[in-house]
């Protein structure tokens, strides 16, 4: 039997065995890699960013080793999975196994994107396009670097051939205007996909960061019936452009 390889450095803060939606076309396990080099403000991830308790590497093994033939796919989420330091081993030792495997990455780390591109270890790549460049940093830390690395990241996938999505989390700073410079910034893909924000509770730190610093523009959420309108504005830039909710 194909073993998957063990990296000591692999940090699994958690794992959803089975998920219809995270993988298109594929049911998959989600695995939720710890940390993150962003600190977006809406960060649904947030306990698992900072030194979570850290999943024991065998029995995730053993669930997958398992589970071969039954699911077709694993994602790898965060987070950020594109840090973990073993992720090239894992992904090989995914393929090996027979998985599809995808990567949800927040676009910052082309090389280690090029590594697993090369020797054909994913299948499929979401992307988050956080804001346009500019607002990069207020909106994610800065840690983010202003976006480095993003359309690279972007420019890779282009010239793969695999499939992937460039997902933008709408967040009330961006405005349809703001949406147009974001979509008219891409090739035409075959996957555009604005997702619903759903804001975090008061009280959390990054939150609370961004409020005091952004309030006067921040607005209030979308509704799912104005982010379905904000779909059709930039239709023209996005002909694939969809809304999830
Ligand atoms: S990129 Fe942002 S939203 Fe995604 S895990 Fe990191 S901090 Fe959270």
Redesign the pocket.
């Known amino acids: 039997m194909t073993v998957l390889p063990f990296e000591k450095n692999l940090r699994i803060a958690g794992m959803q065995k089975s998920s219809t939606l995270d993988f298109p076309g594929c049911l998959s396990a989600v695995l939720f890699f710890a940390g ?5 403000y ?5 306990d ?2 900072n030194n979570p308790p850290i999943l024991p590497i065998e029995p995730v093994l053993a669930f997958l080793q398992k589970r071969r033939g039954l699911l077709d796919g694993v994602v790898l989420s ?3 999975a594109s840090l973990q330091g073993g992720l090239y081993a894992f992904a090989r030792g995914l393929k090996e196994l027979g998985y599809r495997v995808k990567l ?1 990455t ?1 676009g910052s780390r082309p090389a280690v994107l090029r590594t697993l591109l090369n020797d054909g270890l994913v299948d499929f790549a979401a992307v ?1 396009y ?1 804001a346009p460049l500019s607002m990069y940093d207020a909106i ?2 800065e840690g ?1 670097l202003g976006g480095a690395g993003l359309f690279e990241t972007f420019g890779m996938l282009r010239d793969s051939g695999i499939a992937y999505e460039a997902r933008v ?1 709408m967040i009330p700073q961006i405005t349809e205007k703001k949406l147009a410079e974001m979509a008219e910034s891409l090739p035409r893909l075959e996957r555009f996909v604005l997702q619903l924000y759903r804001p975090v509770f008061a009280g959390e730190n ?1 939150r609370l960061r961004i409020l005091e610093a952004d309030a006067p523009d921040a607005g209030r959420p979308y509704v799912p019936g104005e982010l379905h309108d904000l779909a059709v504005a930039v239709r023209y830039a996005q002909p694939n452009v969809s809304v999830r909710l």
């Open positions: 993150c080099n962003y600190n977006c809406y960060c649904h991830n947030r698992i960013l965060g987070g950020e949800d927040n988050d956080k994610c830390g983010a989390t990054g």
